[in-house]
């Protein structure tokens, strides 16, 4: 079976793919994410609900922006050197940052003392390599 370059494609592509070993074409007529990690539709609005909501009752709606990130494991650096370092996308060793045993894959990472979200970032091979950083004003 071909693999996609984009994840949202895969199923769009195992239809195909299907259709293909049937001996006939096969194609999606509609596709609907219902969730993704903890978020569902359920907690979900549209953007016209959104926009008839006074401002108070939209933050009380709002996600906070690492709301999708809640299924990779939390990592907090030290607001000082450590976090100054991971902004930049600096490698940081893990022995140095991270105090308790931590799998490979991908982290959210977090400045200790203001829990500020600095970003994404793969821990392995005894590193903490920055992916995505969050800019964010001073």
């Known amino acids: 079976m071909p693999h996609s370059d984009s994840k949202g494609t895969y199923v769009r592509t195992l239809a195909e793919d299907i259709g293909e070993a049937l001996g006939c074409s096969a194609h999606l007529t509609a596709l609907r ?16 609900e959104l926009a008839s909501l006074t401002e108070a009752q939209r933050d009380e709606r709002l996600q906070p922006v690492d709301a999708l990130l809640s299924t990779f494991p939390a990592v907090q650096l030290n607001d ?12 940081l060793r893990l022995a140095d940052v991270v105090r308790t045993p931590l799998e490979e894959g991908r982290v959210r990472v977090y400045a200790q003392e203001s829990g500020r979200l600095l ?7 005894g590193v903490l390599a920055p992916e995505r950083l969050v800019v964010t004003a001073r």
């Not at 994410?33 to 016209?48: E, K, N, Q, S, Y």
């Open 33 to 48: 994410r219902t969730g993704v990690g903890a978020l569902t539709l359920a907690h979900a609005v549209t953007l016209d």
């Open 80 to 91: 000082g050197d450590e976090a100054l370092s991971a902004r930049p996308g600096q490698r």
């Open 119 to 125: 970003g994404v970032a793969r821990a392995g091979e």
